[in-house]
């Protein structure tokens, strides 16, 4: 199939940018999307052209760190990360506009590649159980019900990608904020620290421009990982819980 | 008088041999007790001299990130660099089946001692004693350590942690979090890794990437680093450095590794006089997804934990073009399970990879350019029924289908083999240490436990085992004798290492030349596939040297990379660790050759039962392959390995 | 040493974060929504005829007398009403001011593609927050103006009520105008409530649609907005009152 596609061009942070237009021939419906960028970038080095940065690494759906906007979409038209897409999910002769992600917290750093470090910083605000290494006890002494540790996993798959903040209206950043808060907050090992770890995470994504929420649910059905959108309202109670209780 | 010469092995046309190498930090005494006497033996830091010590942790893996954390929990001054916009995305986090822990919850006869024996064996008897006992030690710690951080494992109703059996075991030893646990476990490093970043202890410098190693008066002492996003040149300097880089599968360019993955870090330490290790054992995962075409850029795996309730087979018949479905049953060949009937489905990779390699060989394979076999979950869904496979197996299943389009539950998967992990790398010392004073070297980037074949569920233990338990002692012994004299940044050595970074970068961008970084990385891992992959032959072998060296030629004279220096700039950086895997890739070529013996991840065609089993020479090359780096040829060290606990014999299957 | 990546800058605190912001809007919202909730019933009255709804009225003003002054109960609500509109709306501007700032536009548009604009599963009343925020903020104000005694009494005053209400709806553009209101009642209701149920952490399902306080939220807007909308109909369309 051929098609074409509209790329966000923007030399470095400073650069206005702006879309530019490309033909790409020759596409296999079995390649995935980001095999499809390879194939674009090859011509555009032979050419002399700087060929379009892009961020991927494992290309298996599970680094997170691929992810464009495709068609106004975050990771495009199917539920999952830009590198497990495939362009059997487009027709021939389809014209695709492809964005970076889009959000004051996130600054491109160059084409579609954006910095994504103020995640990083919510977790370190608290998204974590203080365990120092060999102070462990004996993993079976804390018995966690199944449909606890089921739970807290689902929320603990989310992979950072940012495909949340990128669907949500506000660039808000309250789905994996929301993910990180369930997962240890699930967990009896998350309890001594769950006050102090969302007020940190909340102040610090709040601090780092994120948007609020809105809860129209973009971010769930965005999420490749498919993060449930109740992460949020827990996140919600745990919050109002910590200010009643004046720890803010 | 006639003159016998001494037998000289064809590799050495290509390589020097020096004297042989000794572990020279090698405990003795009782197995069980040669950890625990090391580390009483280890010299303390007192606390309060911690923070004049600096260490600098390249990667953010399971063995970086968990390093970088326990260091710095330490009290150390630790710098970590990775090349990832995070050090969430190291490719640990794509690790799917699972961690092994001689725990022994399933009653069932495991202990520290059967997961030592199991991983030796399993390893082909290349690896050390006393490293894999220490491995098998800690691994117990490791469990206890993840769940205290909030790893969400698989649990059983009743709350307690649960297990499965895993490729080449048989016992249930491996725990798991669905089939995400190196994601699960990476994201526990990690968010300990991020707490010290906020304590101040460590200082996280993303998109960076090591280009260089440092030595002064024989020591390592710092590492020059590219700022990824400006281009900048950046020179750090510490106490001691650790390489956590991971492993050098992408050599291949198409493995289950990440785009990202590069021997860079470990190839530059090994220029700077680092012995390289083993660099011939690949393992050869047999449970990936098939290339579907030339634009393919990686092979995904599917977990092995897949062959658990799967059956491979193929149509008995050659270039059988019938659907799956329309074979009958009598018509397929389940021959994992014919050839080998104790261990069925379950043998260990490199038997699974090569018995699918002869199966296509032979013209039974199936799918595109009939490389594949059939992976069948028809039995195990009439058995268990639909739910609970997809409870098990379904982000697997959903995988597949999401990158073939077509329905695993329906008809059967289709897999071939396809390289996912590195057994050798840089040489180690019992403490780490490589043969530079002062650079330590942990997880997939060592030559580590694994000897030849490492068991499934193994490598991300040994990540964190590096990284939790035995690093942060083995580290401080030789931190105890620190601080050492700091390294101004006009220091000799310091300029001479940034000089050779920006020659390099320089002349790589001046070239201009006619073809792409891509194009020839692919042809670089087509040779190694072809005559360095699954089997190898001295005719193949010699003849991918001269086709490497050729290549390698060629780029430097024709490869195109655009752009500058002071930018982001992905082709230059692919461009810079291409090259490095044209030097290694010639190494591996040459180790290969080396070892007329077929083991674990090498097998040598030349070196085979007559039933087609890989035959080892333990009389002639039960040695570890240390290789130093010369400018002209290799030399070859050879560290020999002794078996005090476990007899050498060779490993069965059937 | 200076660590790169953490904040040296102090963060504000998480008791004036978004989410608190959203307590204080989530909270104030219900207040009015009650408050509604009341004031339809007492409009409901209308039906009963001229004596029992402006004698309804009247009692209004002596809710608790004796041991509230007359007409206090009144203005305890018209206070706190007064109160919980301020907040609404400050936290709402607030709110968008930072969400817009958030959103990473490029000069007039944040995605320059001309597909999927209304997102994957929006519904369209969160689109209507804002504009049909302003929209009801002019209702209010329009119709307390129409409260004040005899002010502001289109189809001419009276001193009863029934009477005042029957007049104002006899005319096109007065129903045309309270219906543009209560409809936008029913949207910022369909989102409003849902959301607000969420803020305050009481939404269990995995996704928006998918949750039992969408689809009362939906109701309830339906609801209110029917109910309002009937006592104007009712006039207008079938002649009730005259």
Known sequence: ???????????????????????????????????????????????????????????????????????????????????????????????????????????????????????????????????????????????????????????????????????????????????????????????????????????????????GCTNIGECTSSCPKGIPLDTISRLNRDLLGALAKGKA | MTITEPYKNPSEQFHAVGDDIHDAKAPTGPIEKRWDDRKFNAKLVNPANRRKLSVLVVGTGLAGASAAATLGEAGYHVKSFCYQDSPRRAHSIAAQGGINAAKNYRNDGDSIYRLFYDTVKGGDFRARESNVYRLAQVSVNIIDQCVAQGVPFAREYGGLLDNRSFGGVQVSRTFYARGQTGQQLLIGAYQALERQIAAGTVEMNTRHEMLELIMVDDRARGIIVRDMVTGEIETHTADAVVLASGGYGNVFFLSTNAMGCNTTATWRAHRKGAYFANPCYTQIHPTCIPVSGDYQSKLTLMSESLRNDGRIWVPKKMNDERLASEIPEDERDYYLERIYPAFGNLVPRDIASRAAKYQCDAGKGVGPGGLGVYLDFADAIDRLGRPAVEAKYGNLFDMYAQITGEDPYSEPMRIYPAVHYTMGGLWVDYDLQSNLTGLFVTGEANFSEHGANRLGASALMQGLADGYFVLPYTLANYLADGPYDKVDHDHPAVVEAKQAVEERITTLLAINGTRTVDSYHKELGQIMWDYCGMERTEEGLTKAIGMIRDLKTDFWANVKVTGVNEELNQTLERAGRVADFFELGELMCIDALNRRESCGGHFRAESQTEDGEALRHDDEFAYVSAWEYGDKQPTLHKEPLEYEYVEMKSRSYK | MIVATTQTVKRPSAKRSTVALKYSMAVSGLIMLGYLLVHMYGNLKFFQGRDKFDHYLEGLDDILYPYLPHEGALWIIRVVLTAALVVHVYAAVTLWRRNKAAAGFVGNTRYHTKQNKTGVQRSYASFTMRWGGIILLLFIIGHVAQMLPNWLSPGGASDSKYDRVVNGFEIWWVVLLYTIGLVAVGFHLAHGFWSALTTLGQNHSSTRKSSRITAVSIGLAVIIAGGFLTVPFAIFFFGAGS
Not at chain 1, 32 to 59: K, W, Y
Not at chain 1, 86 to 95: I, K, L, T, Y
Request: overall charge negative; hydrophobic content about 35%.
């Open chain 1, 1 to 211: 199939m051929n098609i074409t596609v509209r790329v966000w061009r923007q030399k470095n942070a400073d650069d206005k940018g702006k879309m530019v237009t490309y033909g790409v021939e020759n596409v296999s419906e079995h390649m995935s999307f980001l095999e499809m960028l390879d194939v674009l970038n090859e011509q555009l080095t032979l050419s002399g052209d700087d060929p379009i940065a892009f961020d991927h690494d494992c290309r298996e759906g599970i680094c997170g760190a691929c992810g464009v906007v495709i068609n106004g979409q975050a990771h495009g038209p199917q539920t999952t990360t830009t590198c497990q897409l495939h362009m059997r999910s487009f027709e021939d002769g389809a014209v695709i506009d492809i964005e970076p992600w889009r959000a004051g917290a996130f600054p491109v750093v160059k084409d579609l590649v954006v910095d994504r470090g103020a995640f990083d910083r919510i977790i370190q605000a608290g998204g974590f159980i203080s365990a120092p290494t060999g102070s462990a006890p004996e993993a079976n002494n804390l018995p966690v019900p199944k449909e606890d540790a089921d739970h807290a996993f689902e929320s603990a798959t989310c992979i950072g990608c940012g495909a949340c903040v990128a669907a949500c209206p506000n660039g808000s950043g309250m789905l994996f904020t929301a993910a990180k808060i369930t997962h240890l907050g699930l967990l009896p090992q998350g309890q001594p620290e769950r006050d102090s770890r969302v007020i940190g995470m909340i102040e610090q994504h709040d601090h780092e421009g994120f948007g």
